[in-house]
């Protein structure tokens, strides 16, 4: 019998969600992803549990599917664990410590599939379909750009506040002449011309989980790769003033509070998040266009030769179809696929490994049936 299970720390919220959907297709839990033994019993039983929570979890979640026999799937890797400064060598990039479950799971006879939303996903997808059309692969560049805006709001973030703002101020890993290096927070500013109906969009170094992994996993001699993001220039800057006066932290500290005297505990990053709108309240309200673009450039039969592959879709005809903006749709769309895909073996391969690893086709066959559409150009 198949069963949809929607769990959250508050049981109010998955409630919600499970209410949302067609009578009988799913149900509602509470699980607290920060106590192991507590998942592993609501994962007993389970065959796939796709993880969207923070990724700080994702590691305990990890050993909760390990011990209920349960596949795993997620979005995103915790960034926040690289502990190097700019300039500083990289031994091994974050993601790493998930990879270091490959013989765990393969034992188990579990998959492990790392990063199987948007942008880690669909973005390693193509990335690994302009790779084997190239006898050689010199650079991959993966650009996000985003129009979209709501009114009455200077600057709202359309996916999780708290993931934003940790995300664009640690220090970028990119991939330059064969190594790792560790750059400063939103360094590389550059005027990137994406497709439209979003255009030219001003772009700057973040982490991300692509260059964690496909440097090391696309081979045919990989010398550079990195992402860029699409941030407003004003918005850059206040962030950039935010870590100058650690209000980018996430640690709790102690703060008096003038009006009452009273002392509380509060991490700065969660206060800045709180000043933001709420992203599932602004679903239907976005406007503009959301894209994504891998450019990959190398050699074939001895040639110069390169392909951009681009995803674009609407906010507010995404939020017709779907009734998600076109921020979020984009990364649960490629987890349920991909969860269906495992249940009807399409994805077989045990252990833990990101996407670029798997064949591409399968992928690229059911992206149309998702509302994903790919695009693609020769570069000269």
């Given amino acids: 019998m198949e069963r949809l299970v929607i769990a959250d720390r508050s049981v109010e919220a998955s409630r919600a969600l499970a209410a949302a959907l067609p009578d009988g297709r799913a149900e509602s839990d509470r699980i607290d992803a920060s106590k192991v033994e507590s998942m592993v019993d609501a994962f007993t039983d389970v065959d796939v549990v796709m993880n969207?929570?923070?990724?700080?979890?994702?590691?305990?979640?990890?050993?909760?599917?390990?011990?209920?026999?349960?596949?795993?799937?997620?979005?995103?890797?915790?960034?926040?664990?690289?502990?190097e400064k700019p300039g500083e060598p990289v031994v091994s990039p974050p993601e790493s410590l998930q990879l270091a479950y490959d013989e765990s799971f393969r034992e188990a006879g579990l998959i492990g599939l790392l990063g199987m939303g948007q942008d880690p996903g669909i973005s390693n997808v193509l990335a690994r379909l302009g790779a084997e059309r190239l006898d050689e692969v010199q650079e991959i560049l993966v650009r996000d750009g985003d129009t979209?805006?709501?009114?009455?709001?200077?600057?709202?973030s359309l996916w999780s506040a708290d993931t934003l703002i940790e995300e664009v101020l640690m220090p970028a890993l990119a991939f330059r002449d064969g190594k790792f290096v560790r750059l400063?927070?939103?360094?590389?500013?550059?005027?990137?011309?994406?497709?439209?109906?979003?255009?030219?969009?001003?772009?700057?170094?973040?982490?991300?989980?692509?260059?964690?992994?496909?440097?090391?996993?696309?081979?045919?001699?990989?010398?550079?790769?990195?992402?860029?993001?699409?941030?407003?220039?004003?918005?850059?800057?206040?962030l950039l003033v935010f870590q100058r006066f650690g209000l980018h932290r996430g640690h709790p500290i102690e703060v008096e509070v003038k009006s009452t005297g009273e002392r509380v505990k509060v991490a700065p990053r969660d206060m800045l998040a709180a000043l933001m709108p709420d992203p599932k309240s602004l679903a239907g309200k976005a406007r503009g266009a959301a894209c994504l673009a891998v450019i990959v450039r190398g050699l074939k039969d001895g040639v110069k030769a390169g392909w951009m592959f681009w995803?674009?879709?609407?906010h507010q005809e995404c939020y017709?179809?779907?009734?998600?903006?076109?921020?979020?749709?984009?990364?649960?769309?490629?987890?349920?696929?991909?969860?269906e895909m495992i249940e009807r073996g399409e994805i077989r391969r045990t252990g833990v490994y990101p996407r670029e690893v798997l064949d591409p086709a399968p992928f690229l066959k059911h992206f149309p049936e998702y509302g994903i559409a790919i695009e693609e150009k020769r570069l000269a």
């Fill in 52 to 83: 969207l929570v923070l990724p700080r979890f994702n590691l305990r979640i990890m050993d909760a599917c390990l011990k209920a026999g349960a596949h795993y799937v997620d979005a995103a890797t915790d960034l926040a664990l690289a502990k």
């Fill in 148 to 156: 979209g805006s709501v009114e009455g709001y200077p600057f709202a």
């Fill in 184 to 238: 400063g927070s939103l360094e590389g500013e550059e005027a990137f011309e994406f497709p439209p109906p979003v255009g030219p969009l001003q772009v700057y170094n973040v982490d991300h989980e692509e260059t964690n992994t496909l440097p090391l996993f696309i081979g045919k001699g990989i010398q550079a790769m990195d992402f860029k993001i699409a941030i407003p220039k004003d918005l850059a800057h206040a």
């Fill in 311 to 314: 995803q674009t879709l609407d």
């Fill in 320 to 339: 017709r179809r779907y009734g998600f903006n076109a921020t979020s749709y984009p990364v649960g769309a490629p987890m349920a696929m991909a969860a």
